[in-house]
């Protein structure tokens, strides 16, 4: 493999499930690279797809999951869906790890602290389990664990839930993987405790030039964190682009609307709030033109028939699908279209559009 | 920290007032847990006070202990002139029917084998207001309000709805006996941005249309400062700060009250990460530190902190801070154009 491969490639990655309701579409052609040691952000609703996007990285999607042929995923120039079982235990943990957003279920509540970090360690590594602990004992006081030989001995129920997505952490980076993939890691935590986490895994990364996935809902989350960051809504990603460039030329409407309902603190109090209407579409239906559509202001004609696909904006690296780009003399004359008539071409009446 | 100070209390025209609250609660070989140590404030009518805090910090034991569940262990709640302390128990089922509560997931404080209808009408039927067609209407109009229609969601149990509708329907069931307080207790934190946005947006409308009072309680500074009038910044059962959103958000006087806003990610990557960073955990309600509680991850502390506890004092008109070393306020700004 050439040197300049990217860690991870994934190409058209859709994954589907088989349900009772029929084939639910929940990541739908997903493509993007990720370089060694840098991290991006992913960011969208619930329900876009991106934890079953990061899932199907990981290849521990549950049973009833279809992954149609033309999807790939390519770790350090691997293939990570023809592993085999065998092969995909000691993949995971040494070359991907994963934290989960809620500490408390993604550890096991009767078993003991250390022996949830020793574990992988003596799996993995062949470790004696002395070497174990003390390599534990390592990781903890490297995850600022204050008195970490008396917390080894704990249960995860005596640990506050920073402290336990400290642990969870340690877990993680306890054989050294390339990839860590933190989905959503701090939403469960307070506004406090996810600041001391994220620049835990900030100093972290950098330290071990791991690069990593944050996956969020929260554009401030990502802001002064990720390099890159992809936007994703019903299982596709509408916008990509590095951060800064996706923070000053917004192009893509949803990422405009997800950035307007943030609360700021420099905004007078009670400030409207320009909250996106409606909710994501069901995924079971076949959807047909651009799916933010029925949501989104700028809605004409064209949205609700075709479907617009990701496309370079002219500025390095930064791609987005949208028939209309905010900021552009497309978008301000669609804006003025349907102002003029109260309604988008997609039935969203925008007078009433700020109540709901 | 002190909760002793009552300097920033209003008098008499307040609608509902809290005086040295005191919660505790047992936690096995006689230790106790001082979850609430004696807080005070007051809500205006027509007012949303926003408390505010980390996890641990009292807020939702004090929103609760408001409603007497349960009852506080010292302290005194006057609501509209009545001591809700003192009531008896029929008396005390009659007054919470006018302060209501909404919680942080909506979708366990829902009861799933419950149509939608059901649920919200249950105020009404207690109080036998579910004869004929006011009821009805009553259920209707309420879940209209929320933006939901009712011909669609009555007939519907909880798990067909996403965490924001299911957080409308709560508020549809706080609305429908008519309350004057609805305590909101982290009423967005399970929520996405967006759909946190919508229940906001709505929680204003909803203060407008029924002329309710709120008690908004919840860790995210950002979001308290969207709604509030008025916003208490509490720290191991103890008043930190108390002043204007506005007020508190420029000049924060209290080293936590710096913390907690300097830990907000900002949505703009031009902003750079702050480096202030809370430090250590949050010590033990069991035996909190002597003193000024925060003092054991706070920057300025000196030997002063530990030996007494700073009260509440007013350090700029209708700002009030419990610190012995609080940040410098500029005294003449006047509030800056606060709404409260």
Known sequence: ?356 | MAGTGKVHMRGTEALVSVEDLVMEFPAGRRAVVHAVSGISFDILEGETLGLVGESGCGKSTTGRAMMQLPSPTAGSVRFDGVEMTELSKEDLRRTRTRMQMIFQDPISSLNPRRKVKDIVAEGLSIWHNDAGDTAVQKVNEVLDAVGLDPEVVSDRRPHQFSGGQCQRICIARALVLDPKVIICDEPVSALDVSVQAQILNLLEEMKERYGLTLVFIAHDLAVVKNVSDRVVVMYLGKVCEVAGPDTLYAHPAHPYTDVLLASIPEPDPDHPVSDRQITGELPSPINPPSGCRFRTRCEKVQDLCSEEEPELREIAPDHYVACHFPNEVPVSVNGDGDSS
């Open chain 1, 1 to 356: 493999m050439a040197a300049e491969r990217p860690l991870l490639e994934v190409e058209n990655l859709r994954t589907y499930f088989d349900t009772p309701r029929g084939i639910l579409k929940a990541v739908d052609g997903v493509s993007f690279t990720l370089d060694k040691g840098e991290t991006i952000g992913i960011v969208g609703e619930s329900g876009s797809g991106k934890s079953v996007l990061v899932r199907s990285i990981m290849n521990i999607l549950t049973s009833n999951a279809i992954i149609p042929d033309g999807s790939e995923v390519f770790f350090d120039g691997k293939d990570t869906r023809n592993l085999s079982r065998s092969e995909a235990k000691h993949f995971w943990g040494t070359q991907m790890a994963m934290i989960f957003q809620d500490p408390m279920t993604s550890l096991n509540p009767v078993k003991k602290v250390g022996i949830q970090i020793t574990e992988s360690i003596r799996y993995h590594l062949g470790a004696s389990k002395q070497e174990a602990m003390e390599r534990a004992l390592e990781l903890m006081v490297q995850v600022g664990i204050p008195e970490p030989r008396k917390r080894l001995k704990e249960y995860p129920h005596q640990l506050s839930g920073g402290m336990r997505q400290r642990v969870t952490i340690a877990i993680a980076l306890a054989c050294n993987p390339k990839l860590l993939i933190a989905d959503e890691p701090t939403t469960a935590l307070d506004v406090t405790v996810q600041k001391q986490i994220l620049d835990l895994l900030a100093s972290l990364q950098e330290e071990l030039g791991m690069a990593m996935i944050l996956i969020t809902h929260d554009l401030g989350v990502v802001a002064g964190r990720a390099r890159r960051i992809g936007v994703m809504y019903a299982g596709k990603m509408v916008e990509t682009a590095d951060t800064t460039t996706l923070f000053h030329h917004m192009n893509h409407p949803y990422t405009e609307a997800l950035f307007k309902s943030i609360p700021r603190v420099e905004h007078q109090s009670h400030t409207r709030l320009d909250a996106i209407s409606g909710r994501p579409p069901d995924m079971v239906l076949d959807l047909v033109g651009c799916r933010f559509a029925p949501r989104c202001r700028y809605a004409q004609e064209q949205c609700i028939t075709d479907e617009p696909d990701l496309f370079d904006t002219g500025q390095t690296g930064h791609r987005q699908a949208c028939f209309y780009p905010v900021g552009s003399p497309e978008n301000a004359e669609a804006l003025a279209a349907n102002q003029a008539t109260g309604i988008t071409a997609a039935g969203l009446d925008l007078t009433a559009a700020a109540v709901s």
